[in-house]
């Protein structure tokens, strides 16, 4: 992380450890959460079982109790309707037959059948004093619930409702008993059914008798119970277990409760899938996890912005000492505002920078004071040679006449230079002005190359022209030809001995014009391609041809580019492609820099 700013080294730590932190929370929260949640699933099927036990009773009590008050309508003067009367009676009991669908009989007190209400062959004299129930209906004499038996008469599961019929004195007189088929009454209500069918697993057991009441098979109510081992549900529940977990044949766990309905003998067993506990509590996870990352990120996020505001300044200063470097001529300054630390760095900067702009400004007057004072002594010796070479004052002997040649040679270049200064001095204070009109570029680059071949022929080079097309451009020609001088100097220097100096155009896109002037040379070296328009910069520093110049050729090209609304560059492809861009046709300029 060496390379990492210490604010984000900050933020990172601070994250890192807020995240761990949050997690851990989140990680017990959702232990503690997933328990309550498996809790109180278990309550609930606890609580429903109870329910629909309690119901179920409710719902035999009621039965029982209207059997046992239509008994009392069953005698007269202490003895027991005769058989028609009895028949014709439960024949007109509609309540009493929508309780008990089956059949409703009267058996005399040894259990001999003496009338019923739904016809069935042979069952009227019929003796079932045999039977378990009937025996301990006649012993107990009071109401009772059978356990659910197959009928002798009919075949079919019922369940027997029988309520003893006595006189005033006491005297058993018969009994009256209604039937329910298991296989067609509901005890258990619809609604509870429908739950079951959907999520819930709902099962009904005779605990004395081992078989399944209701809730094993569609279509199915009375069967046996499975060995043990077959269905872990029933062994949890026959285990005397009230709640708990289990694995069901697929491998999924259950959450059971039971409740025994002690009248019947019956098992109320309910079990739902545990994930019913666990998805809620994953999504309630989900949530809880989401709206603590929200809240931890933004307070993180808050941190880290307190921490890159503190440390934003020291970047900031560290961005524009870069840009000094890489740009002198760039005077911002930083806002002395954060941290009091930060306060005092920022002034000092820009006290340096003050110090620094003050130094370049009178460093630019002297060198503008210095290059005016030079170049009007300089302009008239340079005049008097181009009179004596021209043989105004008289034939010159031959080698006088070499002498003056050579002398105002480096005349002219020193002239150049000069101007060069002050042009870039011009540059720098945005005092240079242009002179927009319409220029023939045809006529333009002619004349360019005819000022430069007497250079070139001299330094061994070749000056032509390629391709130009015939436009009018709007544009500042003496300043134009000052960029293409530079990049046509340059071209000469550095082409070989015989080497080709080529200045062609070209429309692009956008309607433009581009401009190049290529040699045969070397190309840009890699290492200097990216200074290489930054004033002073001189890609051979040192040799007899980079002292040929002050270095400031190419970066006054740029900034003249850029004043003609134009752009410069270069491409290496057998030779340096250095070339300037300007628009066709635009007549607009910066306000106020030309006239």
């Known amino acids: 992380m060496s390379h990492f700013s210490l604010g984000t080294r900050l933020a990172v730590i601070i994250i890192l450890g807020s995240l761990a932190t949050v997690g851990s929370v989140i990680y017990a929260a959702y232990g503690a959460l997933l328990e309550d949640f498996e809790s109180n699933l278990s309550a609930q099927q606890a609580s429903e079982t109870a329910r629909v036990s309690n119901l179920v009773s409710q719902n035999l009590e009621l039965r029982i109790n209207v059997l046992d008050q239509f008994a009392t309508l069953l005698t007269d003067n202490g003895q027991l309707l005769s058989p028609e009367q009895l028949t014709k009676l439960l024949k007109k009991q509609q309540k009493l037959r929508e309780l008990f669908p089956h059949s409703l009989n009267v058996m005399s007190p040894n259990a001999t059948s003496l009338a019923e209400n739904i016809y069935v062959p042979g069952r009227v004299g019929t003796y079932f004093g045999d039977l378990p129930h009937w025996k301990e209906a006649i012993k107990i004499q009071r109401p009772m619930i059978s356990r659910p038996v197959i009928g002798r008469s009919t075949g079919v599961p019922l369940m027997m409702f029988i309520v003893p019929i006595k006189s005033d004195s006491g005297e058993l007189l018969g009994l009256l008993s209604g039937a329910l088929r298991m296989d067609h009454t509901v005890l258990i209500p619809e609604y509870i059914r429908s739950d079951a069918s959907k999520d819930a697993i709902f099962l009904v057991v005779d605990t004395d008798n081992f078989l399944f009441v209701e809730g094993s098979s569609p279509g199915r109510v009375i069967e046996d119970l499975p060995d043990p081992g077959e269905n872990l549900l029933i062994d949890a529940a026959l285990s005397g277990i009230r709640f708990g977990e289990v694995e069901n044949a697929s491998g999924e766990t259950l959450i059971y409760a039971t409740n025994h309905l002690q009248r019947l003998g019956w098992l109320f067993i309910r079990a739902v899938p545990k994930s019913l506990a666990t998805a809620p509590a994953e999504q309630s996870f989900i949530r809880f996890f989401l709206i603590s990352i929200g809240v931890t990120l933004g307070i993180l996020l808050l941190t880290y912005v307190a921490l890159r505001s503190t440390t934003a300044s020291l970047t900031q200063m560290t961005r524009r000492i870069r840009s000094m470097i890489q740009k002198p001529e760039s005077s911002r300054r930083l806002q002395e505002q954060g941290a009091p630390e930060v306060r005092d760095l920022a002034h000092a900067f820009n ?68 101007g060069d200064m002050l042009d870039f001095n011009k540059l720098s204070n945005n005092k240079m002005r242009l002179s927009l009109q319409p220029e023939d570029l045809r006529e333009l680059l002619t004349e360019t190359v005819s000022s430069n071949e007497t250079m070139a022929r001299e330094s061994g080079a070749r000056l032509i022209t390629g391709d130009i097309p015939n436009v009018l451009l709007k544009t500042d020609g003496h300043r134009l030809r000052q960029i293409l001088d530079n990049f046509i100097s340059n071209a000469i220097k550095f082409s070989p001995e015989n080497g080709l100096v080529t200045i062609q155009a070209e429309k692009t896109d956008h309607n433009r014009l581009r ?74 300029h910066p306000e106020g820099q030309a006239s």
């Open 351 to 418: 006290q340096l920078m003050d110090e620094r702009d003050a130094n370049n400004q009178l460093k630019d007057n002297f060198v503008s004071n210095v290059s005016h004072e030079l170049r009007t002594p300089l302009t008239s010796m340079n005049g008097a040679l181009r009179l004596l070479q021209s043989g105004t004052t008289g034939e010159l002997p031959e080698r006088a006449k070499e002498m003056t040649t050579l002398a105002l040679r480096n005349g002219e270049r020193l002239q150049r230079l000069i």
């Open 515 to 588: 401009i190049t002037v290529n040699d045969e040379g070397e190309g840009v070296p890699d290492g200097f391609k990216h200074q290489l328009f930054d004033r002073f910069a001189q890609a051979e520093v040192g040799t007899t041809r980079a002292t040929s110049g002050t270095g400031l050729g190419l970066a006054i090209s740029r900034q003249l580019a850029g004043l003609l609304n134009g752009d410069v560059g270069f491409f290496n492809r057998g030779g340096a492609h250095f070339w300037v861009e300007l628009p066709i046709g635009d007549t607009s």
